[in-house]
């Protein structure tokens, strides 16, 4: 492949951000974009090149990955921090849920002095995400027993059953989510956004490309530093656009000097922008699991509505629930998550899931090296809240899937709690056994330059530099009250939008 040495508009990442940046911009048949991707580009929905688990709708992929590790900290296991290393990046892995959140989570956005984030504003570009990634919700006929029995089972606890789960102005409610499944397969944003425009001669899309940094002169990027097929390449390009997620973005900036400067040094990297914010306000949904045997009836029931020829998906209904002291929105997701085939004892394995959406506590991101290769230090600061706040709310979240569980109607299905689960009871037991819910945000932070925490402004733009933006969920302030892959194409429409 000739790969261009100058582009008008060159993009740093490929995930769902990235693809709808570049495909956007090269629609408009006004410029030349250029998409680097550090993973493999496997081509068009139609290529047959496509590894069969990154279109699997019913799983999350497990196939190339990143290989990120969270730091062992504040009492916390080491966790596999999952992100797709793949032309459509985590739109190429995960469960295919298309919720938006809560109308506080982008009207708070808005009052950290973000202009035109309030929830209103971003509305229509919620629809216009929603429809380019075929969003739909699931046929009655596609909705397994089991979770067919859990949206029953919550609502016998209180919680209502909702016509409509991305409400943002709904506060708590229970139902089947909405999916971007096309034809049985994850619909991920490269089918989406880059399918339409790979052939109209203004874009260029180069995989397996891994960006080490930004070259800086004069208050301006001008060039990307990538490896490309073992050689060091670079690449000018009139305007740059980083898209390359929570982890790597602001590990990009920090390799090319952006960041804080004292830091910076240490590692032997020379600072060019003093942003002490990049890397820091890392946070992600908390949860905790409980699991469950199956019982013969929850086999039999699956195994039939396999054997008519539907495809069982892990993941189909969720409950958005106030804890007791919830003052806005709300604060907890409750999602009930089967496997998708027998297990080795003919039993279906199950679990119920709690998940704290509105999360105070924050950690960060650092680099270990200045290495490209090396991966960073990732310490998630789960539970490190002055008061405990995170957790107790947590414990409510594990209290009420107990609750649940022991309604009639799912303990026919899914028996009693198993021995590796049904010790978790106090806050301590939550800290030692807590799990991320893959939607980490953040580390370049969106807010005025007033804000000395701030990375980018409201439209994107690095501070301190002419034509360096980053846009993806890594300038989110606060991470949303939903699955994050619609935000993030919410925003990355809104943003690209506003380009010229």
Sequence with gaps: MNIPKHTDT????????????????????????????AGPDFGPINSKKWPADLLNSTV??????????????NGQPNHNLERAKAIGGCSSHNGCIAIWGSHVDYDTWESYGNKGWSAQEVLPFFFEANSTLRVRDFNASEVTPFHQ????????????????????????GVDISAVNILQDKRFNAAFAYLDPVRENGYLTIVGNALVNKININQNKANSVE???????????????????????????????????????????????????????????????????????????????FKEKGHLIFSEQSIAKVRSKNCKKGFDLHIYPITGTTENSNGRWDCAIYSANMAPLSRGYLELSS???????????????????????????????????????????????????????????????????YYHPVGTCKMG??????????????LHGLDNLYVIDASIMPTVPRGNTNLPVAMVAERLVSTLD
């Design 10 to 37: 060159l993009v740093v990442g490929s995930g769902t951000a990235g693809s709808i940046i570049a495909g956007r911009l090269a629609s408009r048949l006004n410029q030349k974009v250029m998409l680097l991707e």
């Design 60 to 73: 999350i992929g497990e196939t190339h990955d990143w290989g990120y590790k969270s730091a062992s900290m």
């Design 149 to 172: 029995t859990f949206v029953t089972a919550i609502e016998k606890t209180g919680i209502p059953r909702t016509k409509n789960l991305n409400d943002l102005y709904e506060n708590q």
């Design 226 to 304: 990538a490896i490309i097929n073992k050689e060091v390449t670079l690449i000018y390009a009139d305007r740059i656009i980083i898209s390359s997620g929570t982890f790597e973005s602001p590990s990009i900036l920090m390799r090319s000097g952006i960041g804080n400067h004292r830091k910076l040094s240490k590692l032997g990297v020379k600072p060019k922008v003093n942003l002490s914010g990049v890397g820091e306000n890392l946070h992600d949904h908390p949860s905790i699991n409980i699991k469950f045997e199956g019982t013969n009836l929850l086999s039999n029931l699956m195994r039939e």
């Design 370 to 436: 200045d290495d490209p290769q090396a991966k960073p230090i990732i310490n998630q600061g789960y539970f490190t809240d002055t008061e405990d706040k995170d957790i107790k709310i947590l414990k409510e979240g594990l209290e009420l899937s107990r609750e649940i569980s022991l309604q009639k109607e799912a303990l026919e299905l899914i028996g009693h709690e198993l021995p590796e689960t049904n010790q978790i009871l106090t806050i301590e037991d939550i800290r030692k056994n807590a799990l991320h």
């Design 448 to 461: 005025p330059q007033t804000d000395l925490t701030a990375v980018v402004d409201n439209m994107g733009k």
